[in-house]
């Protein structure tokens, strides 16, 4: 009887255990809900206040805006109103602008924006014979227009002949362009590039921007005409790296940017590590993080000789001075050196495969202003009269 009674008492306190362990299990997992709750508000309050870039610069809040958790009903005290003075009524006129005025004042470059000439006939003309008058002069007026489309296809006709006397044929071969097989001419290319580097336009917008003009090319085609193009001129960089590196003064920083996929739906986050040289000569270097090894790794274990480093305060910089990107780079000190990446690209690109490899620095931005810049080799396009 006493073994019974004790074998009960036992049930019911591994009933009672038991029922307490699953009280405090969901009582465990609705805390660990409302933990992970309250840690997604606190990084949505981080990335409002600080962002994903370290060194943004807070602003601090207009004295009558609301700040974050005020209430709604607040509102800043009404001002004083102003002193108000009477003025004497007046009306005002602008000169009016004569019908014949000369406009021929220019707004754009003619070297590089094509002019259409539209004779205007003067209707005091009409049924006059030329002996009847006389032009004694003429007045221009510019008007700024657009096609719908900015694309030109050239096309290269080769004629065939036979010989009489041998009875050969021959035939021209057609004109070989800096990337081997294909159809983009040299100014297409340059192009693209200074479409997506320099004003930051994407190729998919330029391949939708292509199909709109009536243009029928694949999408991946143009990532690889980027990548060929970016090949040839690779070499420049590396050069204007070496300038950079035996700078002795240098400025550096990082900047974050979104490349590669992290997840569904999710960009990865890595950085691009600019230096300029005292030539003004700069160079994207793209690195997974902002992790300090990489500034000895860009720049070297050793120093130069009474180098100076300008930086931020950010302390990998600290660290390496105790311990001792490609086309973006070469477009982007063309704008330091006031050149124009378009002309620049076109006359590279050609010029790149013919160069002697061991005068390549030549054809930096910085050199090839000075050597090659007053006369470039142009785009069979611009050939044309």
């Not at 255990?17 to 405090?24: E, H, K, S």
């Not at 007026?141 to 489309?149: D, E, F, I, K, T």
């Not at 921007?209 to 243009?215: D, K, S, V, Y």
């Not at 780079?329 to 378009?342: A, F, G, M, Q, R």
Request: charged fraction near 25%; glycine fraction near 6%.
């Amino acid at each position: 009887m006493a073994a019974m009674t004790s074998t009960a008492a036992t049930d019911e306190t591994l009933a009672a255990l038991t029922a307490q362990v699953a009280a405090l299990s969901a009582r465990c997992e609705a805390v660990l809900s409302e933990n992970a709750q309250l840690r997604a508000q606190v990084a949505w309050f981080q990335r409002q206040l600080f962002g994903r870039k370290s060194e943004r610069r807070i602003v601090q809040p207009d004295a009558a805006q609301g700040t974050l958790g005020e209430a709604f009903d607040a509102a800043p005290d009404a001002p004083a109103p102003g002193k108000k003075t009477r003025v004497a009524g007046h009306e005002r006129s602008t000169k009016p602008k004569r019908a014949d005025a000369d406009e021929s004042t220019l707004f754009f470059d003619e070297g590089k924006v094509p002019v259409e000439v539209i004779a205007v006939a003067n209707p005091e003309a009409a049924g006059l014979a030329p002996e009847d008058y006389e032009v004694i002069g003429e007045r221009v007026s510019h008007r700024l227009a657009q096609r719908p489309g900015s694309y030109v296809v050239l096309k290269y006709v080769r004629p065939v002949i036979k010989r009489r006397d041998t009875q050969a044929l021959s035939c021209p071969a057609a004109p070989v362009g800096v990337i081997e097989g294909s159809r983009a001419d040299v100014s297409f290319i340059a192009g693209l590039l200074v479409d997506k580097l320099v004003y930051h336009l994407p190729l998919y917008r330029q391949h939708q921007r292509l199909a709109q003009c009536g243009i029928r090319v694949s999408r991946q085609w143009l990532t690889q005409i980027a990548q060929a193009a970016i090949a040839l001129i690779e070499p420049l960089h590396d050069a204007q790296w070496q300038s950079v590196l035996v700078s002795r003064v240098k400025r550096m920083d990082e900047t974050p940017l979104k490349a590669g996929r992290e997840g569904p739906g999710k960009m990865n986050s890595a950085y691009f590590w600019p230096v300029m040289g005292e030539h003004e000569e700069i160079c994207f270097h793209y690195q997974p993080s902002r992790r300090q090894e990489h500034v000895e790794q860009l720049l070297g274990p050793a120093a130069v000789a009474g180098g100076v480093l300008h930086t931020d305060g950010y302390s990998a910089y600290a660290w390496y001075a105790k311990k001792t990107g490609i086309a973006q780079s070469l477009l982007v000190t063309c704008k330091v050196h006031d050149i124009d990446p378009y002309d620049y690209l076109v006359d590279v690109l050609q010029r790149v495969g013919q160069h002697p490899a061991s005068r390549v620095h030549e054809l930096t931005p910085r050199m090839w202003k000075s050597l090659f810049a007053d006369n470039p080799p142009r785009s069979p396009l611009h050939q044309i009269a």
